[in-house]
């Protein structure tokens, strides 16, 4: 069959070399970007009179066409046109004839894939964003519900101080904040628009770059033709942005696997949300967590291969970019699937509050508010720490905890305890207390869930 490029070759091209070469397979996602694009292109060449303007014309409603019967599933791509970019110009000519053939005037397919990116990308950003809040906003109603709920914070997973549930659900939404915030600057950088940078020397046309990208809604054009076809930066931030975000999903993930255990049962999983066992009728599995802290590496292994595929390319384009494309849409897509189900998996989460608080009574996690306590008292805090630790020494001998000691055991360790010691090691008042701003206090909460409630107002 015949190539785009038949002029200069004296031979077919070998049929692995044709399967090898080709794109079709996956960058046929990116039709509607590609046309939108062809569009915005064939109206500059009538503007500028670089095409007839029926020329354009013919462009314009040949190509409106083909995206209607791509969308009604009227197309089958062909292998042999290599990529998606071949493969509308070709549906164009044999549709419209001589004009579609006008269409790749001043333009290469370098900076062609080079703009079908940045729509798609910018368009993705979006989408995961939005999918993002989501999540942030699922967050906020759980807290809202548990600002009383007392669990044991974990340093070391050892237990260390008290917190709630809504503080701990806090943390994480402000992480899921700051991927709202990378992914924002990852768009605002990237929003530039290539076409125009040609092959890479960009063209002796009078086109009007600046026009294509008013009319593709990009806030700039790249500033030089080289960069503009050779730029895969922006790729390459997504996919670090999407890395981190991942990262965030993965460790809550990690959490509630654990926290969905036996040693734990501080929640259960919705049985709509959770899987069995082939062999061991006892089992309910987390597998939707699982799976997400395991496609974490996929995404991770995303990121390297464009890293790795971009270390040692000279300008401008070179076949390899053509890897990016998998990389890139098999993050996207891991990632919004992740959180589609993350999110109602999430929410349909039974909390088991008493079981966090029965673990947060043991451990002696209000060590440090007693050692407080003396030191409100003048006792200098090293003096008071050292009180407190031999105090734990004993409550671990009589198998007892910090409140269970009598008034008259407090003493035997230092004089200044007084009967106020029991309210001031109390659970709650350990987490009330801690109302300075970032801490565990209901109110102090409910301040950060306000915060987060109006970044999401303020950028969704
Ligand atoms: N399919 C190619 C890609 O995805 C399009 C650009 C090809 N350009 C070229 N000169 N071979 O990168």
Redesign the pocket.
Known sequence: MAKMWEGRFGKETDLLVNDFNS?IRF?CRLYEEDIKGSMAHAKMLGKQGIIEQKEADAILAGLADILSDIQEGKISFSLEY??I?MNIEKLLTERIGDAGKRLHTAR???D??ALDMRLYVKKEIDEIRELVFGFMEALCEKAKKNLDTVMPGYTHLQRAQPVTFAHYMMAYANMLKRDITRLTDCKERMDEMPLGSG?LASTTHPIDRKMVAAELGFASVTDNSLDGVSDRDYCIELLSALSILMMHLSRLSEEIIAWCSWEFKFVELDDAYSTGSSIMPQKKNPDVCELIRGKTGRVYGSLTTLLTMLKGLPLA?N?D??ED?EAVFDAIDTVKQCLEVFTPMFETMELLGENMKKAASRGFINATDCADYLAKKGVPFRDAYKITGSLVGECIQRGKTLEELTLEEFKEFSPIFEEDVYHAIDLMTCVSERKVLGGPAPQEVARQIQAIENFIKENQ
């Open positions: 794109s960058d290599e990529d970019h290469s397919r370098n062609q894939v092959a384009y076949k970019m053509q494309k």
